[in-house]
């Protein structure tokens, strides 16, 4: 197995060989058609349109897909069907692309994926055009796959910019900013990925319950995946996650586990409120906003967040059958609970 597929399997436990194999065969599949989908005749454009396929990363997107149809590849036409699959899985991963060279260009992003992000090796209107590029080649591959395939993508785009949008404005005066983070994730997040279980389940011929399933526990494990991403930045040494902690408050990001911290009353969320006002740059002041944190009761609280999301999404694998597909979905609520642990 390359280090890639072996980077991409990491977040679920495959316990089956075939379906290992099953799923190395798709990754490789849709890896040969995102870099088939970027080729432009203008060279510089394929440049910059592989800067970010080539980054890596550990395409759970394509990955959920994958495993999604396992729950409806029988009978006739397994052929057609697995390619329609492949297909779709593709175009939830160009959509996901698109995205981060939009986001890079809005938050002011450096790096991606341990890289220069497009904006700071180009500038911004390469990277926002590169990111519209991805958008028409998934466009152009997602009509292939019929007016349904179509509508819930186009759903899926402005369930996107609408959390973007929010994100952007924060909470109107008198919402609730846990209820507004929690829409904003949904939308950014787990919208996509509930697409992706969606396309996998119905391309491979799944029931309507299934399907239904399979997109319910993507939305669902998306939300997760970013409130474990906030706790780790937060509660994680750097030895450990690998990465560098404090890294939203250095963007001026408010997370989950901040957001209940200052919830809460005393003399401590009056600091961490001076703190949180705008982006730290001093990393004294980092330190200090990390101790705070991690003294809060908001850690445990977004702890316990995570845990419900996880549990939730456990939830609705009751309707799928028994088997080493299931049982590598429920290993994701796992992994999302233990890297946090």
Avoid at 184 to 204: C, D, H, N, P, W
Wanted: aromatic residues 6%.
């Amino acid at each position: 197995m390359s280090r890639s597929t072996s980077q991409q399997l990491a977040s679920v436990e495959l316990a089956d060989p075939e379906l290992r194999a099953t799923l190395e065969r798709g990754l490789t599949q849709v890896e040969e058609l995102l870099h088939r989908e970027v080729q432009s005749e203008f060279r510089f454009l394929t440049e910059t349109s592989l800067h970010l396929v080539d980054a890596g990363g550990k395409r759970f997107r394509p990955l959920f897909t994958l495993l999604a149809s396992q729950f409806g590849l029988d009978g006739e036409d397994q052929g057609r069907r697995t390619a329609d699959v492949v297909r779709a899985a593709a175009v939830v991963e160009l959509v996901h692309l698109a995205t981060l060279y939009h986001d890079d260009v809005m938050d002011q992003a450096t790096m991606r994926r341990g890289a220069a992000s497009a904006n700071a090796r180009w500038d911004n209107t390469v990277a926002i055009l590169t990111g519209d590029f991805l958008f028409a080649h998934a466009s152009r591959l997602v009509a292939d796959l019929g007016p349904d395939a179509v509508r819930i993508i186009a759903c899926t785009f402005a369930e996107l910019v609408t959390g973007q949008m929010r994100e952007t404005l924060g909470p109107a005066q008198g919402v609730d900013p846990v209820a507004h983070y929690l829409s904003v994730v949904q939308e950014k997040t787990g919208s996509l990925i509930a697409t992706a279980g969606r396309y996998g389940a119905m391309f491979s011929g799944a029931s309507p319950e299934r399907i239904d399933a399979l997109r319910r526990f993507g939305e669902i494990i998306g939300t997760a995946f970013q409130i474990s991403d906030d706790i780790i930045d937060i509660a994680s040494p750097t030895a450990q996650s690998g990465k560098t902690p404090g890294t939203d408050l250095r963007e001026g990001v408010r997370t989950l586990p901040m957001l209940y911290a200052l919830a809460e009353g005393g003399p401590r969320v009056e600091r961490l409120r001076v703190l949180l006002a705008a982006p730290l740059t001093d990393e004294a002041l980092v330190a200090e906003a990390l101790w705070l944190l991690r003294e809060s009761p908001g850690l445990d609280r977004a702890l316990r967040t995570l845990r419900s999301c996880t549990d939730s999404a456990r939830a609705e694998l009751a309707v799928l059958p028994a088997g080493p597909a299931r049982d590598a979905l429920a290993s994701v609520t796992d992994y999302l609970t233990a890297r946090t642990g």
